[in-house]
């Protein structure tokens, strides 16, 4: 239950982060609009959120979903304008003199610029989701590793909520190592060969 819950509100934080944080970086309108609420979000304590989705949601599947996005949401997005910022310009001028399409070049010189930005906030954003998530389930889950915490504290039964706090720092540990390091290895793969 906690890592579908996650995930969901960790890709609902991809899905409304990144174009939010495109905006942000192409755009100075958009960017000076974006930019207060944005930090504003990325400022607020996860202990908030987790309270916030309890009170608005209650004991459900949406309470961690919600809170987990919102918590994950500007980190994606900060990091993502920062990497639009950061295109070389140069090899957007040159493209467009080779009668490159705004498709192409968007694919073959912003999208690579970007990635690496997009990673760092997925990073990020990744481990900050799981606490979050967690702790949402804390105060407002019938299921998941944040329910089996709380329900083996008020049991004074310590073996166990420190049995499911390892197994969580095992399964995040378990994510970073087989799926994140090795995601970033496979997608840049680029950048070993142009080091060599």
């Known amino acids: 239950a906690s890592i579908v819950r996650v995930i969901a509100g960790f890709l609902a934080a991809i899905a409304i982060g990144t174009p939010v944080g495109f905006l942000m970086g192409r755009s100075r309108y958009w960017g000076n609009f974006l930019q207060a609420p944005v930090v504003v979000a990325g400022s607020i304590p996860g202990l908030t959120y987790a309270v916030m989705a309890f009170v608005v949601f209650g004991i459900s599947f949406w309470g961690p979903v919600v809170a987990v996005g919102l918590i994950s949401m500007p980190y994606v997005a900060i990091n993502v304008a920062e990497g639009v910022r950061g295109v070389d310009r140069g090899l957007v001028n040159m493209s467009k003199a080779y009668h490159r399409s705004e498709h192409q070049i968007f694919?073959?010189?912003?999208?690579?610029?970007?990635?690496?930005?997009?990673?760092?906030?997925?990073?990020?954003?990744?481990?900050?989701?799981?606490?979050?998530?967690?702790?949402?389930?804390?105060f407002g889950s019938s299921k998941?590793?944040?329910?089996?915490?709380?329900?083996?504290?008020?049991?004074?039964?310590?073996?166990?909520?420190?049995?499911?706090?390892?197994?969580?720092?095992?399964?995040?540990?378990?994510i970073e190592r087989l799926v994140l390091v090795r995601s970033e290895r496979r997608l840049f793969r680029w950048r070993q060969w142009e080091q060599d």
Do not use: Y
Not at 144 to 159: A, S, V
């Open 107 to 138: 694919r073959d010189v912003v999208v690579p610029s970007v990635l690496p930005f997009i990673f760092a906030g997925v990073r990020l954003s990744f481990s900050l989701s799981w606490k979050v998530g967690t702790l949402t389930e804390v």
């Open 144 to 174: 998941g590793i944040g329910f089996q915490i709380r329900r083996n504290f008020q049991l004074f039964n310590m073996p166990a909520v420190i049995a499911w706090v390892l197994l969580f720092c095992l399964f995040m540990l378990l």
